[in-house]
């Protein structure tokens, strides 16, 4: 049966071994990747810059200048879901656990409050919670039907990855790079109590915008290769360090 046919059936498949975790790690970088391609801003990069760089609007940029102000919190959001799934792929391919841990389960709420500050690697969890049989899983694989008690469907959260630096130190991004994820959090996160759009049309908008481009057009690519060439390794334990390629300067 293959990973993504086993992951359907069962999310908890992926930490069977690292070809499970490096198989699902590929999926999650490229919708990440799709997600960012699809927003605004990177649809209209040029005009981002004309409009930031002019210092004026003229009566002619009104209906765009529009469109960037009401496609500015999903931009937002499709930002924050590809480096989510990009955190995520990056744990899952080293083996950290990127489902929440259950800390309703007395023996795993140690492990629970640990995981909200830093990341727990699989090893760790199967030490005090192992893998257990449930026959409610259809499909004639027995290996498929092996979970872990204790391990929810819902993944830890971005912001969690975010705001931690034992998490940041897992990526390797450059402080740029993490600054200006963190802003967009912010910006995100009013989506919880939002009763106006706005944009700012400013030479660091566009700046900003090109930076976080270029460091995902550079790597994705880049780690997606990484993931692929490291499937072709037997050592299972490998731990695979993902590159950052240096960017260009603007």
């Avoid at 391919?93 to 640990?114: G, Q, R, T, W």
């Avoid at 931690?164 to 390797?172: D, G, P, Q, R």
């Avoid at 994820?181 to 109590?193: A, F, I, M, T, V």
Wanted: proline share 2%; aromatic share 10%; glycine share 2%.
């Amino acid at each position: 049966m293959d990973t993504l046919t086993a992951f359907k059936l069962n999310f908890q498949t992926i930490y069977r071994n690292q070809e499970n975790a490096r198989g699902i790690a590929i999926t999650m970088i490229d919708f990440g990747y799709k997600q960012f391609k699809t927003t605004f801003k990177s649809q209209n990069l040029e005009k981002l810059k004309n409009i930031c760089e002019k210092g004026f609007y003229a009566p002619s940029d009104n209906e765009l200048i529009l469109d960037f102000v009401f496609n500015e919190l999903t931009d937002s959001i499709k930002l924050s879901i590809c480096f989510e799934n990009i955190m995520k792929a990056i744990l899952l391919s080293n083996l950290y656990v990127i489902h929440a841990i259950d800390s309703n389960i007395p023996e795993l709420k140690p492990l629970a409050s640990k995981q909200r500050k830093e990341p727990i690697q699989v090893k760790e969890l199967l030490n005090i919670s192992p893998w257990q049989h449930n026959n409610n899983i259809d499909c004639i694989d027995e290996s498929v039907k092996q979970q872990i008690r204790g391990l929810k469907e819902q993944t830890i959260n971005y912001s969690t990855m975010i705001g931690n630096t034992a998490y940041l130190n897992h990526f390797n991004f450059p402080s740029t790079i993490i600054e200006l994820l963190q802003s967009e959090n912010l910006q995100r996160n009013r989506l919880h109590l939002y009763n106006y759009a706005s944009f700012q049309a400013r030479k660091s908008t566009y700046e900003n915008f090109k930076i976080i481009s270029e460091f995902i057009e550079v790597n994705t690519k880049n780690w997606v290769t990484q993931l692929h060439d490291s499937l072709d390794i037997a050592h299972e334990d490998r731990k695979l360090t993902m590159i950052i390629k240096a960017q260009k300067r603007l």
